[in-house]
């Protein structure tokens, strides 16, 4: 059964304190591995979608690898107001399979 | 302007009720999804649906249904059967020849 797994469950940041998420993952057949960010109260919001390993994708201070067993989405000096939800999802041979996500605070 | 509608924001039932929560798209996309999400959980999925009049059952079906008349829209009924109902319900969909799926904004569903 594909398996996703998120680390830390919850992040503390000062501003400007860079750090990294983690999603390790077994998957059959990863057909892609995404990255949301999601608001309280609010839908998933779309990120990344990562394909193989060894990729990276950037999108301001954020950005995010894959290897063959697990993903890090990297905060570079992060400001407020990217406190929020980040989950991760794997693509199998037959479904999404979501993580349970870690949230994100960054202090002022 | 594109994207994924849902409706209510709130909903309030009483148990023993049934219940539609309204999910419609205007990005052309063939597939769409219903998820469940609860604290300290992963989305789980629901039903889904590749094209117009068909949809599979997804992880935990027991005590929903749903239909997909239209492209457009694919509502979701909770039914009294199912136990434990409250929780934030996501609708998702999928263009052709991607696996992003995109959500929209959610409904939160209390029964009491």
């Known amino acids: 059964e594909d398996q996703v797994t998120q680390s830390p469950e919850a992040l503390r940041l000062q501003e400007g304190e860079s750090s990294s998420l983690n999603c390790s993952y077994t998957v059959s057949g990863l057909r892609g591995l995404f990255w949301y960010r999601q608001d309280p109260g609010k839908g998933p919001e779309f990120l990344f979608t990562l394909y193989s390993a060894g990729e990276e994708k950037e999108k301001e201070r954020l950005k995010a690898t894959l290897t063959k067993k697990e993903s890090f989405l990297h905060i570079t000096a992060p400001k407020p107001e990217d406190s929020a939800t980040y989950l991760c999802?794997?693509?199998?041979?037959?479904?999404?399979?979501f993580g349970a996500g870690t949230t994100v605070t960054v202090r002022a | 302007d594109g994207g994924i509608t849902q409706s209510p924001k709130y909903l309030f039932r009483k148990e023993g009720q049934n219940v539609t929560l309204s999910c419609e798209q205007n990005?052309?996309?063939?597939?769409m999804y219903w998820y469940r999400q609860d604290p300290g959980q992963g989305l789980r999925l629901i039903y889904y649906s590749q094209i117009v009049n068909d949809f599979q059952k997804g992880d935990i079906a027991e005590g929903y249904s749903v239909s997909r008349e239209k492209k457009e829209s694919f509502p979701l009924t909770v039914t009294s059967a199912q136990k434990n109902p409250t929780a934030f319900y996501l609708c998702a969909s999928r263009p052709k020849g991607s696996y992003e799926q995109y959500f929209g904004p959610g409904t939160r569903l209390t029964v009491t």
């Open positions: 999802a794997v693509q199998g041979d037959y479904k999404l399979s």
């Open positions: 990005l052309n996309h063939d597939a």
